[in-house]
């Protein structure tokens, strides 16, 4: 445990409220500061997986579990033992930064290349089960062909008949758009190379890759789902599939592809394709489609040696996973497996051998074995976990503060604030990741993305008493498309305010009231998108603070992942929640993109998080009083603000301040990292005795204040 004095004095000049020179003056804060022994990791997070044989010709199972550095493991696919497991990229571990694999393909010399979303790449030795990162400066042809400024996120990986790998690669940086990148382990001169560059001007992301018999098809997406095929001994061949209308309808990318005797088996994130079945069947040559596919996780696989049968899991509801063999050729299909048990989730290279096929589930580190028609599960606890950051915490209705993990999961945090911060896991989390909590009356609400679902839960008894009620249920045909609810907040003690982000490829948020005693929404919810109100289309609300029957709301310019923004400044607006009309709107001073962060004093003055800046507004104008100097990072992702006995609290960039909330003359930095080496302190939150608590993934910190 650390003690810091910090006396910080500094004279500051208002921005774009009333300018002065203060005179200077000291703010005096004396914290102290510890970390949180959060124990055990949670429940492994398994996008996909990978095997190969290793130099017993033993099967093994290569997995890594998604969190902070991510975790190696190596499953003994015979015995169902780990025989292996360690941290899969130590310097992303020690950044704090999140490592999740969402591609695996196996070498013909049985090493399994990794592709992550850290933009990583990484092949896995099966003899000793050591790691080498080929995402690095000292690759040749990795800096020359810039993979580091246009890959932000790798989604899926395969090969071509002589180990070339390609990568397909997301990056909404301008210019740089979805690409596929390769990489060639057998070259003399640049082993990383960009295959297309920008593939298409307007799309950031290439999805999905298969490669058969001289052609790589690349699954691209956001704007539109299209399938590009390219001749991969001269790539300045391609061309577009063209895709009938049942294949995409309604869809933004292709999710998954795969290729084999002139069919594609194709994927898309839309019910309302493929007879909602899950998969097409498409002729490669044509993009007619033939057939559709009951997938279970929406994934269909070769096997080596087959010519043309293919391999997906079915969904037999009692049974779980069937693993069904289909051959297009007669469109018929047998199952290899008749009473089931198989996990849902297929790798590309599940297939570890002719006979032996591992599948898992992505939230609760279960895994499955076919092995020659008999199914057995890999014992519970075999996968091992990783430290996971915190995507979202808050001190709940209880005094204890909660949080939600980073990904995909089904357990929430609880640290328990009464003596010695003790951690421990709940289960029975709806699926998905928490992006915002909100305190109603005695019950926890919890807005889980994706698809921006409302759930509560009572400290009391420790159930969620409410699941998954989606936002979109309450919004008109036409706009049903949000994504993240990032904002909530109480309005009472029975209803929340939620303000939602919406899906991919979209702009335009949305507000709603929610009921988590009954689980119903009130009617009027406004939708921001270019029907919604005038001076708001475009815009997403991303903070809130309430008051006195009125909805004060911060919105971002920022849609979903990967859209390019169409308003160009951010608004402050105030909502009335009797009436349900919209009071005013304002611009702010510097036209920032974003208001991160609000709140008020005990006295009703109100305080804002937006630009560069800590803003006071007029709560009755919306006009900044006066306003901070430089002290944020500008338009950062997310903010936190919170008001205790004078002083401001805020979270944004590489610090966490504390801020003389009288006059922003003065502040003190309770914490400052190194971006370049460390994780950014993030969801900071204020419990009732005035203890701060903030994540610095993939750690938690309390930090005691006394003036």
């Given at each position: 445990?650390?003690?810091?004095?910090?006396?910080?004095?500094?004279?500051?000049?208002?921005?774009?409220?009333?300018?002065?020179?203060?005179?200077?003056?000291?703010?005096?804060?004396?914290?102290?500061?510890?970390?949180?022994?959060?124990?055990?990791?949670?429940?492994?997070?398994?996008?996909?997986?990978?095997?190969?044989?290793?130099?017993?010709?033993?099967?093994?199972?290569?997995?890594?579990?998604?969190?902070?550095?991510?975790?190696?493991?190596?499953?003994?696919?015979?015995?169902?033992?780990?025989?292996?497991?360690?941290?899969?990229?130590?310097?992303?571990?020690?950044?704090?930064?999140?490592?999740?694999?969402?591609?695996?393909?196996?070498?013909?010399?049985?090493?399994?290349?990794?592709?992550?979303?850290?933009?990583?790449?990484?092949?896995?030795?099966?003899?000793?089960?050591?790691?080498?990162?080929?995402?690095?400066?000292?690759?040749?042809?990795?800096?020359?062909?810039?993979?580091?400024?246009?890959?932000?996120?790798?989604?899926?990986?395969?090969?071509?008949?002589?180990?070339?790998?390609?990568?397909?690669?997301?990056?909404?940086?301008?210019?740089?758009?979805?690409?596929?990148?390769?990489?060639?382990?057998?070259?003399?001169?640049?082993?990383?190379?960009?295959?297309?560059?920008?593939?298409?001007?307007?799309?950031?992301?290439?999805?999905?890759?298969?490669?058969?018999?001289?052609?790589?098809?690349?699954?691209?997406?956001?704007?539109?789902?299209?399938?590009?095929?390219?001749?991969?001994?001269?790539?300045?061949?391609?061309?577009?599939?063209?895709?009938?209308?049942?294949?995409?309808?309604?869809?933004?990318?292709?999710?998954?592809?795969?290729?084999?005797?002139?069919?594609?088996?194709?994927?898309?994130?839309?019910?309302?394709?493929?007879?909602?079945?899950?998969?097409?069947?498409?002729?490669?040559?044509?993009?007619?489609?033939?057939?559709?596919?009951?997938?279970?996780?929406?994934?269909?696989?070769?096997?080596?040696?087959?010519?043309?049968?293919?391999?997906?899991?079915?969904?037999?509801?009692?049974?779980?996973?069937?693993?069904?063999?289909?051959?297009?050729?007669?469109?018929?299909?047998?199952?290899?497996?008749?009473?089931?048990?198989?996990?849902?989730?297929?790798?590309?290279?599940?297939?570890?051998?002719?006979?032996?096929?591992?599948?898992?589930?992505?939230?609760?580190?279960?895994?499955?074995?076919?092995?020659?028609?008999?199914?057995?599960?890999?014992?519970?606890?075999?996968?091992?976990?990783?430290?996971?950051?915190?995507?979202?915490?808050?001190?709940?209705?209880?005094?204890?503060?909660?949080?939600?993990?980073?990904?995909?999961?089904?357990?929430?945090?609880?640290?328990?604030?009464?003596?010695?911060?003790?951690?421990?896991?709940?289960?029975?989390?709806?699926?998905?990741?928490?992006?915002?909590?909100?305190?109603?009356?005695?019950?926890?609400?919890?807005?889980?993305?994706?698809?921006?679902?409302?759930?509560?839960?009572?400290?009391?008894?420790?159930?969620?008493?409410?699941?998954?009620?989606?936002?979109?249920?309450?919004?008109?045909?036409?706009?049903?498309?949000?994504?993240?609810?990032?904002?909530?907040?109480?309005?009472?003690?029975?209803?929340?305010?939620?303000?939602?982000?919406?899906?991919?490829?979209?702009?335009?948020?949305?507000?709603?009231?929610?009921?988590?005693?009954?689980?119903?929404?009130?009617?009027?919810?406004?939708?921001?998108?270019?029907?919604?109100?005038?001076?708001?289309?475009?815009?997403?609300?991303?903070?809130?603070?309430?008051?006195?029957?009125?909805?004060?709301?911060?919105?971002?310019?920022?849609?979903?992942?990967?859209?390019?923004?169409?308003?160009?400044?951010?608004?402050?607006?105030?909502?009335?929640?009797?009436?349900?009309?919209?009071?005013?709107?304002?611009?702010?001073?510097?036209?920032?993109?974003?208001?991160?962060?609000?709140?008020?004093?005990?006295?009703?003055?109100?305080?804002?998080?937006?630009?560069?800046?800590?803003?006071?507004?007029?709560?009755?104008?919306?006009?900044?009083?006066?306003?901070?100097?430089?002290?944020?990072?500008?338009?950062?992702?997310?903010?936190?603000?919170?008001?205790?006995?004078?002083?401001?609290?805020?979270?944004?960039?590489?610090?966490?301040?504390?801020?003389?909330a009288s006059d922003f003359k003065d502040r003190t930095e309770l914490v400052s990292t190194d971006p370049k080496t460390e994780a950014n302190p993030d969801s900071l939150t204020l419990d009732k005795d005035g203890n701060l608590y903030y994540s610095k993934r993939p750690n938690i910190y309390k930090i005691t204040v006394t003036k």
């Open positions: 445990m650390k003690r810091i004095r910090a006396i910080l004095a500094t004279a500051l000049l208002g921005f774009g409220g009333i300018m002065t020179a203060p005179a200077v003056q000291a703010l005096t804060i004396t914290h102290t500061e510890e970390k949180i022994d959060l124990g055990a990791a949670p429940l492994p997070n398994t996008t996909t997986l990978g095997t190969t044989v290793n130099g017993a010709g033993t099967p093994i199972g290569v997995v890594v579990s998604g969190g902070v550095g991510g975790v190696l493991n190596i499953i003994d696919l015979k015995t169902r033992a780990n025989i292996a497991s360690h941290v899969l990229d130590d310097a992303a571990r020690n950044a704090g930064e999140e490592v999740h694999a969402w591609g695996y393909v196996t070498l013909s010399n049985g090493h399994v290349m990794i592709a992550t979303s850290n933009a990583g790449l990484y092949d896995v030795d099966p003899q000793n089960y050591q790691v080498k990162k080929l995402s690095s400066d000292d690759q040749p042809g990795y800096k020359t062909n810039k993979i580091k400024e246009n890959g932000k996120f790798f989604w899926d990986i395969t090969k071509d008949d002589n180990d070339k790998v390609y990568i397909a690669s997301f990056s909404n940086n301008t210019g740089a758009g979805g690409r596929v990148f390769t990489y060639d382990g057998k070259a003399t001169g640049d082993k990383w190379g960009d295959l297309l560059g920008q593939i298409s001007p307007d799309q950031t992301t290439a999805r999905s890759v298969a490669y058969d018999n001289g052609t790589l098809y690349i699954g691209m997406g956001q704007t539109r789902p299209e399938i590009i095929a390219v001749n991969t001994k001269n790539p300045s061949e391609k061309r577009t599939v063209p895709l009938e209308n049942s294949a995409v309808n309604g869809a933004h990318e292709i999710l998954y592809l795969e290729a084999l005797d002139g069919r594609l088996y194709s994927t898309v994130d839309s019910k309302n394709a493929c007879k909602g079945t899950g998969t097409c069947v498409i002729d490669a040559a044509n993009g007619k489609v033939s057939d559709t596919l009951q997938t279970w996780n929406s994934r269909t696989i070769k096997r080596a040696g087959e010519k043309s049968k293919v391999y997906y899991i079915y969904n037999s509801g009692s049974k779980g996973g069937i693993l069904r063999e289909y051959d297009p050729g007669t469109k018929s299909t047998k199952d290899l497996n008749p009473n089931g048990q198989l996990a849902p989730r297929l790798g590309r290279n599940s297939w570890a051998t002719d006979n032996v096929l591992l599948t898992n589930d992505m939230n609760s580190g279960a895994m499955t074995v076919y092995d020659s028609g008999n199914v057995s599960n890999v014992p519970a606890g075999t996968l091992k976990g990783s430290e996971r950051g915190i995507q979202t915490l808050t001190t709940g209705p209880d005094g204890n503060i909660y949080g939600g993990f980073y990904m995909s999961g089904t357990q929430m945090l609880k640290i328990t604030t009464s003596g010695t911060p003790k951690a421990e896991l709940l289960d029975g989390m709806p699926t998905g990741q928490v992006e915002g909590f909100a305190n109603v009356g005695n019950k926890l609400v919890a807005g889980i993305y994706p698809s921006a679902r409302l759930s509560v839960f009572d400290p009391g008894s420790a159930q969620w008493t409410v699941q998954d009620k989606a936002v979109d249920s309450a919004l008109p045909k036409g706009t049903r498309e949000q994504d993240r609810p990032y904002a909530m907040t109480a309005i009472d003690n029975n209803r929340v305010a939620v303000g939602t982000v919406p899906n991919k490829d979209k702009v335009g948020g949305a507000l709603v009231i929610f009921n988590p005693q009954t689980g119903a929404f009130e009617d009027n919810p406004i939708v921001m998108n270019d029907s919604g109100p005038a001076e708001l289309r475009n815009l997403s609300p991303v903070s809130m603070a309430y008051r006195g029957d009125k909805l004060y709301v911060g919105t971002s310019i920022r849609g979903g992942l990967g859209v390019q923004p169409k308003a160009s400044e951010a608004k402050l607006f105030v909502y009335n929640v009797k009436s349900k009309q919209i009071e005013k709107v304002a611009t702010i001073p510097g036209a920032p993109t974003a208001i991160n962060a609000l709140t008020f004093d005990d006295s009703g003055k109100l305080y804002g998080v937006a630009g560069k800046h800590i803003y006071e507004f007029n709560p009755t104008t919306l006009e900044s009083v006066r306003s901070s100097d430089d002290v944020i990072t500008p338009d950062a992702n997310r903010s936190q603000l919170h008001y205790k006995d004078g002083i401001l609290y805020t979270a944004t960039g590489n610090k966490v301040l504390a801020v003389n």
